[in-house]
């Protein structure tokens, strides 16, 4: 389509979509008056239903935790997806991080400086990961959250040293492994209702005291397993870009 | 005061969700257009915050003291803001890497200079 015929399709939309958004709008109540019911039931019942503080938690991993794990293979699939993609194509080669042809446009080795910062943040960032994961049911956070932080501990790593290191640390074969581990682990947590004789994904694990970290459940058993799925799935994605940019060649020496 | 915030985060969301879809349509290069999405998508979190928002209420944690009789913001969109920013975060990851592919195969990244699908 030509670009004219584009910025005229795209007017006639947003057009439509005004009508429809005003529209949809008067139906709704104003910002800051919350209708309900459903948070208000929920911020009512979840503490002394499920014994965890932390409200969006419970209604992710517990009350609808049929959608999170929906979301959880939409987040497997496309790492799956984006490895495949960045894989080593036919005509490709891998250089092993040799020296590029114009060294000139090679980049700098980091700093003293940024060597010694980020060396330095990796562990506190590595133990705020794990806390943000564990504590996912009694303050804002969990697996999702959680997992991310852990995932910037290898970037950390490719920063302060370069490529090859970040390889070191972080095998390949191992993140697979952990990430379908997360994947497979929430699916089979489900299961544990249907042998006690409850349904899919019910909490039946013993929910402990509330505010305790070993309180909630399911919930936290969730939280875990989508940590552990969240971080080797970005590990994953980080490891397919920096090897797509840093080491794969076309044969013949272009990019 | 009022009358104004009562509608202003909608307008907010519909502004982003417009200049996203914009970005999208008008853009010359694969990675802008990528980031122009992700600015659409993320008037979702804006629409579905304000929802959620009470004036006067706290966050849905209860940690804390019991707050007693002050009314707690809705956690459900809390939550459903959630899975939208994995959601992003996954589909950004997998544009990125088709766009990286797709640079490799036809030296361009402007959506106006691609012919039509080869096989």
């Known amino acids: ?47 002394y239903e499920r014994h965890a503080t932390d409200v969006v938690s419970a209604v992710n991993f517990d009350y609808r935790a049929f959608d999170t794990l929906g979301e959880e293979f939409i987040l497997f699939i496309s790492v799956v997806g984006a490895t495949l993609l960045l894989r080593r194509q036919k005509g490709e080669t891998e250089d092993g991080g040799a020296e590029d042809e114009t060294p000139e446009r090679n980049a700098p080795s980091p700093s003293d400086a940024a060597r010694a910062f980020t060396l330095a943040l990796i562990g506190p960032l590595v133990l705020f990961g794990l806390y943000i994961v564990s504590h ?17 501990a290898p970037l950390l790593i490719y920063l302060a040293g370069d490529f090859e290191t970040f390889k070191k640390v972080t095998s390949h074969t191992l993140m697979e492994v952990a990430e379908a581990l ?23 694990l ?27 799935g970005f590990v994953l994605l980080l490891y397919g870009f920096l090897e797509q940019t840093l080491e794969i060649r076309l044969k013949g020496g272009g990019r | 005061m009022m009358h104004f915030l009562s509608f202003f985060p909608y307008a907010v969301a519909a502004w982003l969700f417009v200049m ?29 915050l304000s929802i959620g928002y009470r004036w006067g209420a706290v966050a849905p944690v209860f940690a804390g003291p019991p707050v007693v009789g002050t009314p707690a913001v809705d956690p459900v969109v809390q939550a459903l803001m959630l899975t939208d920013i994995v959601v992003e975060a996954t589909v950004v990851a997998l544009l990125l890497a088709l766009a990286v592919q797709l640079h490799k195969n036809t030296r361009t990244l402007n ?8 096989g």
């Not at chain 1, 997360?182 to 039946?204: E, R, S």
């Not at chain 2, 996203?20 to 999405?37: A, D, E, K």
């Open chain 1, 1 to 47: 389509m030509k670009r004219s015929g584009r910025i005229a399709f795209f007017l006639l939309s947003v057009t439509g979509f005004f009508a429809v958004y005003l529209w949809g709008l008067l139906g709704l109540s104003p910002f800051g008056h919350y209708p309900g019911p459903y948070g208000d039931v929920i911020n009512k019942v979840a503490v």
């Open chain 1, 136 to 152: 996912g049911q009694l303050t804002p956070g969990g697996g999702f959250q959680g997992g991310v932080i852990l995932a910037t």
């Open chain 1, 182 to 204: 997360g994947a497979g682990g929430f699916l089979l947590i489900g299961f544990l209702g249907l042998i006690l004789g409850g349904h899919y994904l019910q909490n039946v």
């Open chain 1, 206 to 232: 013993p929910l402990g005291k509330t505010g305790e970290v070993n309180s909630s459940g399911v919930i936290l058993a969730i939280s875990l397993a989508t940590g552990l799925e969240v971080a080797a």
């Open chain 2, 20 to 48: 996203g879809l914009y970005g999208v349509v008008t853009s010359r290069n694969f990675v802008h257009l990528i980031m122009c999405l992700a600015v659409l998508q993320s008037s979702t979190y804006v629409l579905l």
């Open chain 2, 111 to 118: 959506p106006d200079e691609l012919e039509a699908l080869e």
